[in-house]
T-cell receptor, first 118, second 109 residues
Framework: GAVVSQHPSWVICKSGTSVKIECRSL??????MFWYRQFPKQSLMLMAT?????????EQGVEKDKFLINHASLTLSTLTVTSAHPEDSSFYIC??????????????FGPGTRLTVT | GQQLNQSPQSMFIQEGEDVSMNCTSS?????WLWYKQDPGEGPVLLIA?????ELTSNGRLTAQFGITRKDSFLNISASIPSDVGIYFC?????????FGTGTSLTVIP
């Protein structure tokens, strides 16, 4: 299967600082990547869809100025949490869309990033 | 975003038992995916289904794409302790995948 990496795997930062999380598709090109947030024992909550070379599409209720997404290449998307606050502490997971064949796609996830804001 | 109805929400079973879970949607999907997520990690793709009626196996796991294209099933045979985790279904009606709410599986040795 396709491999997606995510870095860092965990990060602790102080309130008011910014944190950047990287998501890379290692063995395929991904024109579309997704960013999710997950709270303990809950399902994945889609935050935004990242398209290479264009602006990200944010889900309703997600602050685009707070969660900056950049998809500068076909293998890299970044999520920057700006002016982080303790309520931003969460598990952030990226995924990349992989074209299996024709119009059929699969979605592969990174290992996630645990963000703790103190 | 849209969520699929996944059931059951949680299961507690004895080691060696078989497990069944399913997902339903109000929309027709052209792809169904099943994932497993271990604590503190990202979901791992287990099985992908592309055609209505398709039955696909991956070891002790078997998944089916419902004939109506609005549901999918995942079965795990002869469960073992390492099957513990949260299982998610995902369906694709168009360009975006929608995820189920997850089934938490606990296997009692």
């Amino acid at each position: 299967g396709a491999v997606v990496s995510q870095h860092p795997s965990w990060v602790i930062c102080k309130s008011g600082t910014s944190v950047k999380i990287e998501c890379r598709s290692l063995d395929f090109q991904a024109t579309t990547m997704f960013w999710y947030r997950q709270f303990p024992k809950q399902s994945l909550m889609l935050m935004a869809t990242s398209n290479e070379g264009s602006k990200a599409t944010y889900e309703q209720g997600v602050e685009k100025d707070k969660f900056l997404i950049n998809h500068a290449s076909l293998t890299l998307s970044t999520l920057t949490v700006t002016s982080a606050h303790p309520e931003d502490s969460s598990f952030y997971i990226c995924s990349a869309r992989y074209r299996r064949f024709g119009t059929y796609y699969e979605q592969y996830f990174g290992p996630g990033t645990r963000l703790t804001v103190t | 975003g849209q969520q699929l109805n996944q059931s059951p929400q949680s299961m507690f079973i004895q080691e060696g038992e078989d497990v069944s879970m399913n997902c339903t949607s109000s929309s027709i999907f052209n792809t169904w995916l099943w994932y497993k997520q271990d604590p503190g990690e990202g979901p791992v793709l287990l099985i992908a289904l592309y055609k209505a009626g398709e039955l696909t196996s991956n070891g002790r796991l078997t998944a089916q794409f419902g004939i109506t294209r609005k549901d999918s099933f995942l079965n795990i045979s002869a469960s073992i302790p390492s099957d513990v985790g949260i299982y998610f279904c995902a369906g694709q009606p168009g360009n975006q995948f929608y995820f189920g709410t997850g089934t938490s599986l606990t296997v009692i040795p």
